[in-house]
């Protein structure tokens, strides 16, 4: 899927035009009834989502720089574009001399803020647009600005959008509405759920503008944003009402309104009043004219400021995570069944890709392109295959080494008998969403290759077994997964695991495994997060295990003050190349594990492959599984 | 040390007269302009100290309770204590029915901000003392009062002072000086370094107001507090000038003028203006007065408000380590080998105490404060001891696992041959500060002790054989210690560990070993912190395990990204017993830490005791260090 995309890639986009363009709209009394100094570019669309669709990559129209993170500051002087280590190199090459690339995380990198400071006239207006700037960032950057005398403006109409020609439209993609064999819980009990969590809190509304929130509520899903089955929508819930803003057109579809009961509501606090998505301000205005003196709105810390600030200081109560986002990261029975489900097709596509390489590789005709095609290929022979959960990172050798990699025309290397290859990779079923990571030699690898692979396994493991009490955050595990690289002096710069949607987000919150964070919330029965610790030997190899993990209860020995212990159990069950390994630095446990986890997947994905009737995948899978010593 | 104080302790302060007075001081104009309708007492000093003089007790003064941890209270109608769950039998024990309990962290009980609200009238005032009263949580209660109309004004005088008719004295100890043998640094090259850091950050004045940071700075150690060689002072340093403020009758003192330079500076830049005590405010409004536009002024931001308010916003800096912090933190070659030398004498007094406890036990004589009293007595022989570093933890049986437990003659409990026996003991010497715990059993522990005290012994192990990379903050550890317990379902309630200082306070910061924060500065070689995970079976038996250690580098095989990785190395040279561990739950590579641990113990302490001729202790020290199979 990435082959397409990347053509134009690497010449640098020129801007002088467009530059020309955003700042007479910054002196456009059209758009704010002052002129303004400076226009700030974020990455990001209105919904804090990772991944945006095309009408949303405004960053990339205005610089050319289409990687993942970074933001543009446009001035009348100058343009700057600030991203991090990962992106130094494809920035410097997208991005035309009007603009100068700010290296994060360098000493000599001013911030945005400081940047700004240095660079404007006094008594400034520096313009965003409120909508994708969140509410915390807006906090911020007005606090440093007012502290020099300039000020941070909301400018409404979004300036580069202004200047955008062929901005592609807003995808409103069909809605697939799933039902409770596949969710295990109505979107009416969701919202009695809400309520009572609303009820107990003393809150009054709460105003979801999470695209995944929203799906999961409604149980309904799109494709609006490519790996993300989400739709552009905002939802505001009260005790009474329920709205839904989101384009109309959709729900003119019978299936969606049969399923929102649009024409026959059950009951009167369940009708779904639904208005356009852009009618969310004007609505979410009349809600908040209506309130009482002591009323409450939730709403994200995340969210765009434009709505935040909607609601008056008085009546608003930003939270970091949503009871929505508390919610859906604890999987019912049936999502937890799906998942399993999705994860054994996952395993039965991936046994085929790796019987598959094992044959064509040694004809030398197999690179990381189209070994990740041919993956997508098997995995959609799946009963229910969506799409990928996210970009293939199919990486041999030295590119294995790059955490983000993806592969492009002019960095596709051959697949070989002679070099690691790191397979990270994942689909999105209608049953549920994966994400897997394998690393492999079809050759012989060196005895330095096995030996970060065995820290990276022992890592793994570690963190896998782990019991621990009920209530741990998930970022007091992450030293388990480096113990081991620790002792040899090695390391990984990366977290150790994330949450997983159920047909949803591979990334979502609110825990996760990671060092960088303190405020992730705790581990809880029926959360999935991945389990993925790494090595990367710059220009060299990369190692990366990862099991997605469902947290299960667990029963030790003993149970101080009953507080209850849990584990993690695989839901992944793709063989780790024992051929990889050495043997002689796992402990017998370790041993135990692996051979357990092997059987796991002989027995489960094994089945299935000879149900499927695939048997070279069967073999491959058998001959994968054979206990070590 | 604990048996004088406790007599009184246990039966409630009357305070009827004591709140009718404060009240009456609430009321009038000589202290504040107006009537407050409140007043809040904390539990601290001006200096943030974690012990305090007995003037400083001013919460134990108005509500009769002494525990270390708790705020109070006093409205015209009310008064309330707010405390922790260490306290809550203690603290309604020891006030009377004029005062409400409020205990913290269940979840009926409001707030401080909370109940104020629910009780004040209208737009009441809420006075505080801003000398101890710290800068950040001013800004909370403050925010909070002023969401629902009411104000947090600074009462100057203190209203308890105001009503304490035999309020103790300031102390004013005599000053030790330490010379460079001791120190490794001049004072001189204190501040130099201290104002290169200041160069460094853009700052022309820092306001010292932590009493261990001070003594540390100046190389002065007093005796105000009990158990920290502190002594009440400030200081403020500039670019070119020094202000200490101390009571100026210690400096009369002929050794305290030479070592600061007071009649004959060697260079204007070092020559220390001294003013008394109280005049801090008055030098720091005056330093305030003569600020440049751009000039700022560190403090830190747990300091009070009274002198942090006296700062300018515009340029204040606040911190929440200050450069002395972190430079203390970090200690010298001789101060590393003080603190090996203090803790090779602590050795030798626990060795002596054990032979002795071994040889009396069996009388029946020995209680929980008879064998503190007996390691304090054997501590005070080595050479340059000054007194104990903390309140032992000296508990048999059930009282082992009241974490914060301390003998009182109505807790006394006799030592045994049947049950496990915790000391958590520690002293300060001239060259350095210790402390360890131990859990013995006299007689034959059973085997669940047993089991426990080596899933214990192998979270100590963990910590203190890790190898982790530079930087690595210790928060990052802290899991390592609860492996074991977790994966048997047990756990502890506690940090693993904190800072200790070098002759100085054995709790400080910026580093520990702790869940609970995210904030701890990294690890860094020089460091020195404790290693005490511990597990408590209520009205049991509690078991500890702690070792001071200093980070040191490792040589660990690879060095990933030259970062270079640390390890520890115990200070902390006595044995642990061997009776106590299940050696078959130890795996080999604990088993050889043991074994090597107490090789160390031997050669080193049983030198020493060897040398001083300690014969019984050198022969228990012999018998407890046998290597185990």
Not at 111 to 137: C, H, M, R, T, Y
Not at 196 to 207: H, S, T
Not at 609 to 627: C, F
Request: hydrophobic share 40%; charged share 20%; proline share 5%.
């Amino acid at each position: 899927m990435s082959s397409l995309e990347s053509d134009k890639v690497m010449s640098p986009k020129l801007t002088v035009e467009l530059l020309r363009q955003l700042r007479l709209a910054m002196k456009n009394c059209k758009y704010f009834s002052e002129p303004i100094q400076a226009y700030i570019i974020p990455s990001g669309d209105a919904h804090q989502s990772e991944y945006i669709a095309p009408c949303d990559c405004r960053r990339e129209f205005i610089c050319g720089f289409n990687g993942s993170a970074g933001t543009a500051i446009v001035t009348e002087q100058h343009a700057a574009m600030w991203t991090d280590g990962r992106y130094f190199l494809q920035a410097s090459q997208q991005m035309d001399n009007n603009w100068t690339l700010m290296k994060m995380g360098l000493k000599e990198t001013p911030s945005q803020e400081d940047w700004l400071i240095s660079v404007l006239p006094e008594n400034s207006k520096v313009g965003v647009d409120p909508w994708i700037f969140a509410a915390d960032q807006w906090k911020n950057m007005s606090k440093a600005l007012a502290g020099a005398g300039h000020s941070l403006v909301a400018v409404q109409d979004n300036l580069i959008d202004a200047v955008w020609q062929d901005r592609p439209p807003r995808p409103s993609t069909q809605l697939m509405t799933l039902g409770l064999e596949r969710t295990g819980m109505s979107w009416q009990d969701k919202i009695t759920a809400l309520r009572a969590k609303m009820r107990e809190r003393k809150i009054n509304w709460f105003v979801a503008t999470a695209l995944d929130e929203i799906a999961w509520l409604y149980n309904l899903r799109g494709s609006d944003i490519e790996y993300n089955p989400v739709f552009f929508a905002y939802s505001i819930v009260g005790m009474k009402t329920i709205r839904l803003f989101v384009d109309l057109k959709r729900l003119e579809d019978p299936a969606a309104r049969q399923h929102l009961q649009l024409d026959a509501p059950s009951r009167p606090e369940l009708s779904i009043q639904v208005s356009p998505y852009e009618a969310v301000h004007t609505e979410l205005q009349a809600v908040c004219a209506a309130l009482g003196p002591k009323d409450k709105v939730w709403i994200c810390d995340k969210a765009g400021c434009a709505l935040t600030q909607v609601i008056p200081k008085t009546h608003r109560s930003q939270i970091s995570y949503t009871p929505l986002c508390l919610a859906k990261a604890v999987k019912n029975a049936t999502e937890i069944q799906g998942m399993k489900t999705a994860h054994i097709k996952d395993a039965v596509a991936l046994c085929e890709l790796f019987a598959w390489l094992e044959k064509e590789i040694p004809k030398g005709t197999v690179t990381e392109i189209s070994s990740a095609d041919k993956a997508e290929e098997f995995r959609s022979q799946q009963k229910d295959f969506v799409g990928l959960s996210f970009p293939s990172i199919s990486s041999v050798g030295p590119n294995g080494a790059i955490i983000h990699y993806r592969p492009l025309p002019e960095t596709n290397r051959t697949l070989s008998l002679n070099e690691v290859y790191l397979l990270d990779s994942g689909a999105q079923y209608k049953d549920g969403t994966t994400d897997v990571t394998r690393t492999v030699h079809f050759g012989t690898p060196s005895a330095y290759e096995k030996e970060c692979f065995t820290y990276v396994l022992k890592g793994h493991i570690a963190v896998s077994a782990a019991i621990f009490p009920n209530g741990t955050k998930g970022h007091l595990l992450d030293s388990f997964a480096r113990a081991a690289l620790w002792e040899a002096g090695l390391d990984y710069l990366h977290g150790t695991g994330h949450g997983v949607g159920c047909f949803l987000n591979v990334h979502e919150g609110p825990c996760g495994i990671s060092y960088k964070t303190f405020a992730d919330e705790p581990l809880e029965a029926g959360m999935i997060v991945s389990d993925e610790p790494g090595y990367y030997e710059d220009g060299s190899f990369g190692v990366r295990i990862e099991n997605v993990v469902l947290v299960v209860p667990s029963k030790p020995k003993y149970n101080y003050m009953n507080r209850g212990s849990l584990t993690f159990e695989p839901l992944t069950l793709v063989p780790m190349q024992v051929k990889m390994m050495n043997a002689d630095m796992l402990t017998q446990k370790e041993r135990d594990w692996v051979n357990d986890y092997h059987r796991q997947c002989i027995e489960t994905v094994g089945a299935e492959l000879r149900r499927q009737g695939r048997k070279e995948a069967l073999d491959w899978l058998i001959r994968e599984t054979q206990p070590i010593a």
